[in-house]
């Protein structure tokens, strides 16, 4: 019976970066016992066309906002897809509907996708988009450095957590202690 | 001269190389992208370049899997090895002498059960075992009611009650509850022993927390385990222990993000016998900030004038009380169990309560007879003043005229749990196992005496589970259980047997 003091989800270090621990026998039955849903769909048909829709549909959304010029409106484009994306595959963690006793809590849905494999198909996609839009917009707000650091800056946050090394990485200073949670 | 050669030589190599490129189609666009975006400043361009070759360079990557190896890559030499050796374990692990010898001697009733009961062997013994505290077993009127709703309704709904399970009957039966608890809402699940079980992993998930009693009953700790919340024990029925744990939960949950938390204990207690007192235990909820499950499966029924159950006995408000999980199988002599509270909170469990959803509906009968006895024990609460002065009766031959045993059960309580007393453990140095030799031999001894009675049997050990996970051993004891079908003399009678029997056990030399 989980009695709360168990010893695997203790923090190793007292230091700013940390590995989520890993989950104990019963926790990864939980997990196992039905598929996915939050992260499954990446795989699903149309998932990889809905990224360009959106994209479009950001880019026609803030050029009839007048007075925008086509550097600001790409611009806004590109950390307005960069914060959406961060947003609901880096910051959120588990599953928003209930299925599987919270099984996922610790985990966001980078980390769940593909079962945690690295370099699958959906995730070169998922990183390739930002990329791309990185260059496009770069290249039509010509390349004003202004613009080109917000920019910059915007495809750091959402491609380094994307990259291996940060899988169930943690910085202290933004989730607290796995045993606080 | 020769270098002459070598230039001309690369100079028509390169032609030749933007003549091909030219030749690719959409070769126009990327120069005049490289062109525009160069805009002399390299730097920049420096860093879109390293950003499109790590992208190429992740593109290209093989994908691995991050989850942790947990088996050994075996040849298969070494898999017809192991497969060879492997002898599969029993199912059931073989008996041990003392269960052998009590399956051998456990008596059988032939025939329908009741204060007397017929045994296989022959002979008609005063039957203490059964939880036939009003006798309503032998209820005619009852028994006719439920032949009529048989007769209306059929066996069973056979189907969840989300779908077509539910009927007329259940819906009035849950209005007769809560009208009789003063609860705003009720709801009826098909099984005594699951409602509990469901009930607390409907509310309470992974990450929430359970503040219980050492001593709760089966249903209530595997009910626990299911939900996969965080458990926090305290000492069976020390309130100030209890303080104490709530005040280390909310210390410690102070800065963390908001989670739900129970407090979960039972009205009277399965195991023990012992009743909850309840006051304090909302009080205590109320100022830590807890809600609270009160598992009323042995109270409801039973305690209370008109057996209401502990909060009719300790004037509380049902309300006061966030959820209350009763039988309707034990005392009220039908079946199913039943959640009480809010109107939400019974809502909620009509979609996520697992033995709700999952399991088919409450028959019919059962429901009825559920109702009737309801509306019995409102209007003629002698049912149960009779039940209470033959538990005296029995309380008066036993706990303070035994030298060996003690009643640790409230006095209310129709099912009287006896426990060796303390110094007599001690100063023989009995062990458990040596305690539930020398009860067996008592229900032996009492029942060649024409008396049946039984032990404690409630809690299976979780496998691989130690006293120190559990950290509270139950004390082996006899379950002696009451009934109003047996007149004040024949209880006078019984209750003489069992003191005797202990006493010829305990003193027998061995």
């Known amino acids: ?181 | 001269m020769d270098l002459q050669y070598a230039q001309n030589w690369l100079n028509d190599i390169l032609n030749e190389v933007s003549i091909q490129f030219q030749k690719v189609p959409g070769s126009a666009i990327f120069l005049r992208y490289v062109k525009s975006s160069y805009q002399n400043d390299p730097v920049r361009s420096a860093v879109e370049l390293f950003l499109v070759l790590f992208a190429i360079r992740y593109l290209l990557s093989p994908k691995y899997s991050t989850q942790k190896k947990s088996y050994v890559t075996l040849s298969d030499e070494e898999i017809d090895e192991l497969v060879d050796d492997w002898m599969p374990e029993p199912l059931v692990a073989p008996q041990t002498p003392f269960e052998e010898a009590e399956n051998e001697k456990r008596p059988v009733i032939v025939g329908p059960t009741g204060p007397k009961s017929k045994l296989s062997n022959g002979r008609t013994v005063t039957n203490l075992a059964s939880y036939n505290f009003y006798n309503l077993v032998a209820n005619e009127t009852l028994k006719e009611k439920a032949i009529q709703v048989l007769r209306t309704y059929g066996v069973g709904p056979c189907s969840p009650p989300g779908f077509y399970g539910t009927q007329d009957v259940h819906i009035k039966t849950e209005a007769d509850i809560a009208a009789h608890l003063g609860a705003s809402a009720c709801i009826v699940y098909a099984q005594a022993f699951s409602t509990i079980s469901s009930v607390i992993p409907a509310f309470s998930k992974r990450g929430d927390i359970i503040v219980a009693d050492r001593a709760v009953n089966y249903a209530i700790r595997r009910g626990i385990q299911i939900s996969r919340s965080t458990v926090r024990w305290y000492e069976h029925k020390d309130l100030e222990d209890m303080e104490r744990v709530l005040e280390k939960v909310v210390r410690e949950q102070r800065k963390k993000p908001l989670t739900r938390r129970f407090v979960v204990t039972e009205g009277l207690f399965e195991n023990v016998g012992d009743m909850l007192d309840l006051p304090k235990t909302i009080e205590l909820k109320l100022k830590y900030k807890f809600r609270l499950i009160l598992d009323e499966t042995w109270s409801f029924g039973v305690l209370g004038r008109t057996g209401r159950g502990i909060t009719e006995h300790q004037n509380v408000d049902a309300a006061e009380v966030d959820m209350i999980i009763g039988s309707l199988s034990g005392p009220l002599c039908a079946g199913g169990g039943f959640c009480a509270g809010s109107d939400e909170i019974v809502e909620h469990q009509r979609i996520s309560a697992a033995a709700y959803t999952f399991s088919a509906a409450l028959p019919a009968m059962l429901a009825t007879t559920a109702s009737e006895v309801l509306s019995m024990l409102q209007t003629n609460p002698e049912m149960i003043t009779s039940v209470r002065d033959n538990i005296k009766t029995m309380w008066a031959q036993l706990d303070p005229r035994s030298d060996w045993i003690r009643c640790t059960s409230s006095a209310e309580n129709p099912i009287m749990i006896l426990a060796l007393k303390m110094e007599v453990v001690l100063g023989r140095k009995l062990s458990i196992a040596d305690q539930e030799q020398l009860l067996q031999d008592i229900v032996d001894e009492t029942l060649a005496n024409g008396v049946m009675i039984t032990r404690v049997k409630s809690m299976p050990r979780a496998i691989n589970a130690t006293t120190k996970d559990i950290g509270w051993e139950l004390q082996p004891a006899l379950k002696v259980c009451i009934t109003s079908g047996l007149s004040r003399k024949e209880i006078e009678r019984a209750g003489i047997t069992i003191r005797h029997a202990v006493t010829k056990i305990m003193t027998r030399k061995r």
């Open chain 1, 1 to 181: 019976m989980n009695d709360g003091k168990k010893g695997s989800r203790r923090r190793r270090s007292s230091s700013l970066l940390y590995q989520e621990p890993p989950e104990s026998m019963e926790h990864m039955s939980d997990q196992s016992a039905l598929p996915n849903l939050n992260a499954n769909w990446v795989n699903a048909k149309g998932a990889w066309a809905i990224h360009v829709v959106c994209i479009i549909g950001l880019k026609i959304l803030f050029d009839i906002i007048p007075g925008v010029s086509q550097e600001t409106s790409w611009t806004l484009v590109n950390i307005t897809y960069m914060f959406a994306s961060y947003l609901m595959f880096h910051w959120v963690r588990g599953v928003p509907f209930e299925f599987n006793a919270g099984a996922y809590d610790n985990l966001n849905m980078w980390e769940q996708i593909d079962n945690g494999d690295q370099y699958t198909p959906a995730k070169k996609f998922l990183l390739s988009v930002p990329i791309v839009l990185f260059l496009l917009s770069t290249h039509y707000t010509h390349y004003d450095l202004t613009y080109f650091t917000i920019n910059f800056l915007a495809v750091l946050a959402v491609v380094i957590p994307k990259l291996p090394f940060s899988h169930r990485m943690r910085v202290g200073l933004f989730s607290g202690n796995p045993e606080d949670r």
